[in-house]
C-alpha cells in the first residue's frame, strides 16, 4: 500500500482533512480559502464542487510531470527535375499530417487543451531515426509513403517525410484547476454532484479515469477524454435518461460500474460500459430496498454497492460482479448512518448520525457486510492561520468578461503543499494577460472559462505551529476512493487518547523505560571517566 494513499474528510466547515493509513492523526489538506461541499477521488486525482457552485480538479503528489509530446509530419514527394515538392499525388497522403497520414494536421493548429497546459519548448526536428542519427534536416525516405523508410536517400526513393516534435507540459499539479461550465453563465446550470473512477476497468488502457457528474436540472453528464495524461478531459457530454427522471447523486466504481440516484428514490445503473464504451450504453432500473423508504446516498466499489437511506437505514447490495454489475438484491443492516463510502478493495467507512466518522470492520468474500462499526478516533492536527484580511480574487471577476468560444481550466495554487514538479518557466507563458487566447484554445469543449494565476497574496498564510485540537469535530462526509485500507495498517486509528495514554503507563512498558534509563545513566558516567582519563 502506498504512503500516499489517505482517507479524504470534509468537516461541517467544508475543510478537508486526510487520514494516511501509516498515521494515526487527521491532517489539514492544503488550500486557497475554497470551502467545497463534495468530492470524489482516487489517488492523486480528486474532483469537487466548491462553494461557489463551480467544479474543480486537483491532481497532486505525482512522482513525474505531465508530459505530452505533439507531432507533426512533413511529407513531399520527388518531382521530374531532381527536386522534391510539396506537390503530392491526389492518392498520397496530406503535406502537413499525422504520422500514419489519414489526419490533416498543422503545426499552427495545434493548441494547447487549456490554461493549465504550457508549451516546454518551440517546435524542433525528430533527428533520430530508429536509433540512427539523421542530418540536420532529419529527413527519412521511402519508395512510397506506405512503404518502409530509411535514414539515407537511394536510388529509388520517390518520397520522404520528417518529423516536427512539441513537448506542453501540465503545470496545475497541487492546485485546485476550475473546469469549464455547460453554459456562459454557470448559475444556469451547475453540478451539483461530481464522481470520478473507471480506474480499473478491464481492458482499458493505462491511466484510463472516468469522470461523470450530476447538474441542479437533473441530467447527466459525462467528461470526455479524462485519462491520466489528460487530467481535466475536453468536454461534458450529455448521457440522457427516461423523461422526469431528475437525478439528484451519481457515484462511479473503480470497475466503471455507474449508480444513479433519482429524486423519485429510484436507482439507475448503466449497463454495457467498457474501454471500448466508456459511457455504457443504456439505463436499467433498480428499486427501493422498501417501497416507504427512498435511497438518498450510495458508494459503489469494486464488487460491492452500499447505500444508505431517507431513515438513515444502511443496506448492502447483494450479488454484484463483472457479469451483473446491478446486483440481485438489497440486505438491511441493523444500522443507521448518515452517509458510506466504499473504497475500491470494498472496505466501507461512514459518517455516522452523531457525525463521527466509522470503519466497518471484518469485511471479507465470507462476510461482505462486514461485523460491526469502529469509531475512528484519530486526533486532529490543525494549522493555525495569521489574523489577516483574506482575500480570494481572479478567478470569478474574470467570469463575466472573459469568456470565448473553448473552455480553459484556472489553477488556484496549494498553500502548504510543496509541488514535486514546478517548473521554472517563462513569465510570458504563465501570465494570461500576456498571451492570445487563439493560441491556446481547444478545438472541442462546452462552456467557455477564462481564469488567472491565483495570487499568493491573496490566501491565508500558514503558520509554522500546530496544535492537536481538543474540540469535537463535526464531519460531514468521508471519501475512501483513494485508499484500499489494509487493517493491519490502520489499527492505530482507533486508539482513543486515553487508550494511548494507558498504553503508556502499562507496567511492562515502564519496566523497559526504567531500563533504558538506567542504562543511559551508565553510559554517561562512562564517558565522564573516558573523558578524564584522557
Known sequence: MSKLQCVLAINNYGKIFTLSAFDDQWKPFPHVGMDLKHISAIENYMWSIGGDNQTYLLVHNLDKAIRITEEVYENERWMPGGNFSKRLL???????????????????????????????????LETKFEEMDLDDDGWTYAVDFFAKFYPTKRWNSCVRRRKWYRNRIYTGTNSWCIISPLHKDFTKEPFICVSIGGHKILGAKLGVIMVWAVTAQGRIFYRKNVNKTWPEGCLWVCVPTKE?????????????????VLWSGLILVRKEISAETPQGKKWIIVESPEEDSKITQLSVGLQSVWA???????????????????????????????????????????????????????????????????????????????????KLEGIESWISSSFTEPS???????????????????????????????????????????GMEAKPDSFMEIQSNISIQKSKTFWSSIVGGSIEPD??????WFNSPKDRENIFKSEWRQKILDKLIELRLKEKEFQQITSFAL
Request: include cysteine; aromatic fraction near 12%.
Open 244 to 260: 422526469g427522471s431528475e437525478s439528484r447523486y451519481i457515484d462511479c466504481g473503480p470497475s466503471g460500474s455507474v449508480w444513479v
Open 90 to 124: 491526389p492518392t498520397d497522403r496530406y503535406c502537413w499530417s499525422s504520422e500514419n497520414g489519414r489526419e490533416e494536421k498543422f503545426k499552427e493548429n495545434i493548441k494547447l487543451p487549456s490554461f493549465v497546459w504550457q508549451w516546454e519548448h518551440e517546435w524542433k
Open 308 to 390: 444508505v437511506t431517507n431513515d438513515s437505514r444502511v443496506w448492502y447490495r447483494k450479488g454484484i460482479d463483472q457479469n451483473l454489475n446491478e446486483g440481485t438484491c438489497w440486505v438491511k443492516l441493523n444500522t443507521f448512518m448518515f452517509s458510506v463510502s466504499v473504497t475500491p478493495n470494498d472496505q466501507v467507512f461512514s459518517v455516522g448520525l452523531d457525525r463521527h466518522l466509522y470503519f466497518r470492520s471484518e469485511i471479507s468474500k465470507n462476510y461482505p457486510t462486514g461485523k460491526k462499526w469502529i469509531h475512528i478516533q484519530a486526533s486532529i492536527e490543525i494549522e493555525q492561520p495569521k489574523e489577516q484580511e483574506t
Open 487 to 492: 487493517v493491519c495498517f490502520i489499527s492505530q
Open 408 to 450: 480553459h481550466s484556472a489553477p488556484t495554487r496549494l498553500i502548504g503543499n510543496d509541488s514535486k514538479n514546478n517548473l521554472n518557466l517563462n513569465a510570458k507563458e504563465i501570465n494570461p494577460s500576456q498571451r492570445r487566447v487563439s493560441a491556446w484554445s481547444p478545438k472541442l469543449s462546452v462552456g467557455s472559462l477564462i
